[in-house]
């Protein structure tokens, strides 16, 4: 069989003609310093540290990362939407930037592109695949990989979602508790973030920080509903807020807010055992109901046979 490696040479050739042009980028000698490099070490707060005492992989991944950067810049340009990703990270908890997060939906276009370009070779170098179908599942298998991550940070937002829905009830009625018992909003919120656990106290933990560094309580309260964007805890923070603001009894608040997220509980709970109920509906009627049938059939299907 004769293998025609001539896209396969011409791969090769393209990858090592890429990997000197970003040698020959990132030579100190063609590395020119910009104004803000200049300038900066005169203008920040802190000494810059020295990047011979950081991690050994910071310098060897340095030039990697700003290329994914520019990458990612791209990507953002093309797809748009950094209000939706800065939500859904928000949502999600991510420590992440948008500049990171554009990094790494590049990083695994990259990948996939890669995995694409060395299957789409071998099929080429076979002579069983054309040039320009191997080009156009090269770049359907880069845009795959810049969806998956942004499918990845939407799973981990919803995850997140419903962590702090499951974990809302309890928060709700230890507030309760602690204003009933005499605390005032800020206390009862420190005491419940204090000894609980979970994401739901880590964002009461945040909206103390808030409160600590200049924001009044209210404006900290709404900040934690505008993070969350679920609209049980906007309710419970409304009604927290209002009853800071005009005075009234904070303690018949929580209270009632409390009563109101177990209801919502229960009603949450209700829903998905009608949804869970319909889902067991499909084997039910599709393999025990057949199966069941065949039983009862099969010895009197027998006894006529025997008989003929």
Sequence with gaps: MNVDLGWLGALCGLVAALGLALVWQRLPARRTPSLADCIEPYVAQAPRPSKYLG??????????????????????????????????????????????????????????????????SMRVAAGNQSPLTAVLLVLIAAGGGVVLRDQLLTRAAEKRDRQILAEFPAVAELLALAVTAGEGAAAALERVARLSKGELAGELSRCLIDARAGASLPEALQGLADRTGLASLARFVDGIVVALERGTPLADVMRAQAQDARDAAKQELIELGGRRELAMMVPVVFLVLPVTILFAVWPGLAALRLTM
């Design 55 to 120: 991690p050994s992989d910071a310098r060897g991944g340095r030039a990697g990362t700003m290329v994914l950067r520019r990458i990612g810049s791209i990507v953002d340009s093309v797809l748009g939407g950094s209000a939706s990703v800065n939500r859904r990270l928000e949502r999600a908890g991510s420590r992440s930037s948008l500049e990171d997060f554009r990094a790494e939906q590049a990083l695994y276009g990259c990948i996939a592109a890669l995995a694409a370009t060395l299957w789409v």
